[in-house]
């Protein structure tokens, strides 16, 4: 059965700072996703992720992946207010699996 | 283009009683899936629907729970009857039907149900 962690689960930050939040999944999986989801609203897609070595950059969001050590992370750069929001990877077969989310606050 | 719409936003019932989520994928879409996310926790995948066929159930906690998919467009996922841990959000998420390798089958969310059974 595929597993997925992600690491912190709950991750509170200054603006201006950096960091980094990691998915490991346990079996290999031929995409990953991550989500950004605000209170309320539909889990938006961030960025998908097909093979080693992928690196995307949207903003201050950079998402890797590492298929060999089956791990992606989602690098934050100069954090600022509006990123505050649950962020969820999820590898997909026929159907995604997620990763409990990580709580993103961005503080002043 | 409209996105995926579910309804309703939120629901409060109590333990014993019956509820009717219903969801409207992308319009042509014909991949659906039923997710759900409890108490804080993973989401957790339910049922997958190829237009009107399930294709996967196999996530479906338990038989009070029933999926339908009539004509191929909109989705109902009735909870009869709710029990107190079946509160959660309900995602459902539609996504094309393509052939592998050849297009994204990228699935697309709505805002969830937030179901509460009290």
């Known amino acids: 059965e595929l597993k997925v962690e992600q690491n912190p689960l709950f991750l509170s930050m200054q603006e201006g700072k950096n960091y980094t939040i990691y998915c490991n999944y346990s079996?290999?999986?031929?995409?990953l996703y991550w989500y950004r989801q605000d209170p309320g609203k539909s889990l938006e897609s961030l960025f998908v992720?097909?093979?080693?070595?992928a690196v995307k950059q949207e903003g201050r969001l950079m998402a890797s992946l590492d298929t060999k050590a089956r791990l992606s992370t989602l690098h934050i750069t100069a954090a600022v207010h509006d990123l505050s929001a649950t962020y969820f990877c999820?590898?997909?077969?026929?159907?995604?699996?997620f990763g409990e989310g990580t709580q993103l606050t961005v503080n002043p | 283009e409209a996105g995926v719409t579910q309804f309703p936003s939120h629901s409060v019932i109590e333990k014993g009683q019956t509820v009717t989520l219903r969801c409207d994928p992308i319009?042509?879409?014909?991949?659906l899936y039923w997710y759900r996310r409890v108490m804080g926790k993973e989401i957790k995948f339910l049922l997958h629907?190829?237009?009107?066929?399930?294709?996967?159930e196999s996530g479906m906690p338990n038989n009070r729970f029933l999926a339908e998919r009539t004509g191929g467009t909109y989705s109902t996922l009735k909870v009869q009857p709710a029990e107190l841990e079946d509160s959660g959000v309900y995602f459902c998420?539609?996504?094309?039907?393509?052939?592998?390798?050849?297009?994204?089958?990228?699935?697309?969310f709505g805002p969830g149900t937030r179901l509460t059974v009290l």
């Open positions: 998420a539609s996504s094309q039907l393509v052939p592998p390798g050849q297009g994204s089958n990228e699935q697309f």
């Open positions: 319009s042509g879409h014909d991949n």
């Open positions: 629907f190829v237009k009107e066929s399930k294709q996967d």
């Open positions: 992720l097909l093979s080693n070595g």
């Open positions: 999820a590898v997909s077969g026929s159907r995604l699996t």
């Open positions: 079996t290999t999986s031929d995409r």
